[in-house]
Structures are given as structure tokens and as C-alpha cells.
């Protein structure tokens, strides 16, 4: 019914940049909150960044000031801009997002992250 798709992954030097991007598609009426998590191996799954549909933002602590979450609402995508990029952001990193209810998510693929000289 509804899919995430994301794209934007890939390999960066530390101190880089890469931007984010996650479109939903389908039968959508509303779009509430979105955001981004990621999964580095062996850890737990975390959320990066959120920003509800009123442009709230929320974000990790080891990301702010690096990281920004933005969406349009138009093209019914979220993106999140990763700047100053560190090794211990690398990560699978998945979109999620509040589609037609409040208690339930979808959720994107996942794309890979990998910060590394």
C-alpha cells in the first residue's frame, strides 16, 4: 500500500557531507511524523533524527550540529543532511514515517552509510 524508498548512501571521507533522501509513495492521506535511525553492527537500532509533520525537529545527541532533517511535504519525502561526517556514523540508515496513522510505520529499506579514509 505504502512504500519508503530511499536513496543517498554511500561512501564518504570523515569530515564529508552526504544528503539523504526518502520518498513515500502510494495510498497516502497524511503524513505525520518522519525520521531517520541507524543501525551500526552489533549495536541497537537508534533514532537519528524526527521531524513531525508541523516541522518540530528532534535530533541524537551525537548529531546535533551536524545533522539536519528536513521534509517536503510536496514530494511527501524527508531528507536528512549529514555534514561533518564521523567514522562512528557509519551505519545502516533507515526511513521512517507515520503514514495514514499515528500508531503505525513504515519503514524504507535501509541504506548504507560508511565513513572511512
Known amino acids: 500500500q505504502v512504500q519508503l524508498v530511499e536513496s543517498g548512501g554511500g561512501l564518504v571521507q570523515p569530515g564529508g557531507s552526504l544528503r539523504l533522501s526518502c520518498a513515500a509513495s502510494?495510498?497516502?492521506?497524511?503524513?505525520?511524523?518522519m525520521g531517520w535511525y541507524r543501525q551500526a553492527p552489533g549495536k541497537q537500532r537508534e533514532l537519528v533524527a524526527g521531524?513531525?509533520?508541523?516541522?518540530?525537529?528532534d535530533y541524537a545527541d551525537s548529531v546535533k550540529g551536524r545533522f539536519t532533517i528536513a521534509r517536503d511535504n510536496a514530494k511527501n519525502t524527508v531528507y536528512l543532511q549529514m555534514n561533518s561526517l564521523k567514522p562512528e556514523d557509519t551505519a545502516v540508515y533507515y526511513c521512517?514515517?507515520?503514514?495514514?496513522?499515528?500508531?503505525?510505520?513504515?519503514w524504507g529499506q535501509g541504506t548504507q552509510v560508511t565513513v572511512s579514509s
Open positions: 521512517n514515517a507515520n503514514i495514514n496513522s499515528g500508531s503505525f510505520s513504515w
Open positions: 521531524i513531525t509533520s508541523g516541522g518540530s525537529t
Open positions: 502510494g495510498s497516502i492521506f497524511s503524513i505525520y511524523a
